[in-house]
C-alpha cells in the first residue's frame, strides 16, 4: 500500500512538473506578445515568495529581500517584449534575483565572493502527502527536522530543487557548481532524512 501511494506521488509530481512548465511557457507568451496583466499578476503570484526567500538567503535582510523581488518583476515587465527570445524564464528570474542581491551586497560592501555555506536557508514545507505516503505527525516532524539540520550548502540544493521545483541542472548553473555535486548533495540530504525515518521506526518497535 505504501508502494502504490509513493508511485502515485511520484507520478502526481512528475505530471505537475510537465504542467506548470507548459503554462509557465503560456504565460510568458501572454506578457509578452499581449502586455497581459492578469498573467503577469500571475507570475508574480507564483514566483514572488520563492525568489524573496532566496534573496533574503543571501543577504538576510527581509526588508531588502522584499524590494529586491519587486525590482526582479519591475524588470521583466520593463522587459516584457523580449520574454518569448528567454528559452528558460524560470531560471532567468533566479539568476536575475541573484545578480540584484549580489550588486546589493557590494553597495552595502559586504560581498567578497558568493559562498554557499554562508546562504541562510528558511525550508517552508516538506513535498511529502501524509496520506500517500501513511506517515505519522511524528515522523513528518522528525523530516522537517532533518531537513532543519542539514549543512547549509546541502540545504539550498534541497530546497531549490524539492521547494522551488526547480530542475538539478537549473540548480547547478544558478549557483555555478556541477551537476555531479547537486545530485550528491540531494543524496546526502535524502540519506539524513532516511536516517531520521529509520530512527524513528526503530525507536516505535523497540517500544
Known sequence: MVAVGVFFSFTLSIL????????????????????????????FLRFQPKLKKFIYSIIHSPEAAEEIASDVFIRIWEKRKTLDHIHNLRLYLYVAAKNLSINYMRKQDKFQNLQLNDLKVEIESLDLDPHQLMMTGEMLRRIQQAILDLPPKCKIIYKLVKEDGLRQKEVAELLHISPKTVENQ???????????IAFKIDHSIRL
Open 186 to 196: 540531494l543524496a546526502v540530504a535524502v540519506k539524513k532524512i532516511g536516517v531520521s
Open 16 to 43: 505537475l512538473a510537465m504542467y506548470r512548465s507548459y503554462h509557465l511557457s503560456e504565460l510568458q507568451h501572454r506578457i509578452a506578445a499581449f502586455d497581459d496583466q492578469s498573467a503577469y499578476k500571475e507570475l
